[in-house]
């Protein structure tokens, strides 16, 4: 697949919702229904992060059981992620930051992949590369609403996911910019909701931020 055709994949992603949840499992018994109330709820783009040994199976079984549900993998640091994520069943990926391996692995993949950056100099480098959807993170921490709002006008060509210390209350600053397509958040799928097994309760909180304008 060629880098244009991945662009138009992330694209694609990017314009299903306001928000990709970013979703940290422990217990992958839980995906399919944490999957299923987002979907439910108007919030069909995942995010599943590799920061815990159930990421994996967690995006296997959204990917065979779930339908409706568009499934990516967060935290892709290696070209043995992309690999793993493609594997899994994944439909895209996303990195916090980039480097030059990662990106030639991903020339490579048939995975779209979403590369971080946090600074201009940051996004000029993957705009050279054929980015031009980036995920801004750390997106508070880095400059916030007034940093990625100066971008706009020298990177035309680039539209970010924003993710990163964002929430509900936050998240309407950042979608009314002109170079924000969506932003990424963990409030969807809190801890203590995951554990419990309370999917009503995640299924509200997603259709609460499907509402969110852009």
């Known amino acids: 697949m060629s880098n244009e055709a991945k662009q138009a994949k992330v ?5 299903l919702a306001p928000v990709v949840p970013v979703v940290i499992i422990e217990d992958a ?3 399919v229904g944490m999957a299923r109330a987002l979907v439910a709820g108007g919030i069909p ?3 599943v992060t590799l920061r815990t040994p159930a990421a ?5 079984a959204i990917a065979a059981e779930v339908e409706g549900a568009f499934i990516g993998v967060g935290t892709v640091l290696t070209a043995r992620d992309l690999e793993a994520a493609l594997k899994a069943g994944a439909k895209f990926a996303v990195s916090p930051g980039s480097s030059p391996r990662l990106l030639d692995a991903a020339d490579d993949s048939e995975l779209p992949l979403l590369p971080g950056a946090a600074t201009s100099s940051e996004a000029m480098e993957l ?3 054929g980015y031009r959807f980036q995920k801004f ?10 940093l990625i709002s100066a971008w706009a006008s020298p990177l035309p060509q680039i539209t970010f996911c924003p993710t990163g210390g964002i929430s509900l209350a936050s998240a309407p600053e950042f979608l009314a910019l002109p170079n924000v397509a969506c932003v990424g958040g963990s409030w969807l799928t809190p801890a203590d ?3 419990a097994g309370d999917f009503a309760g995640i299924e509200a909180l997603a259709r609460e931020a499907a509402q969110l304008k852009r």
């Open 45 to 47: 783009a995942i995010e």
């Open 127 to 129: 705009l050279e590369r």
């Open 137 to 146: 993170f750390p997106a508070v921490a880095a400059g916030g609403v007034k």
């Open 29 to 31: 018994a839980k995906a």
């Open 11 to 15: 694209a694609s992603t990017l314009a």
């Open 193 to 195: 909701k995951l554990a």
């Open 56 to 60: 994996l199976d967690a995006v296997r």
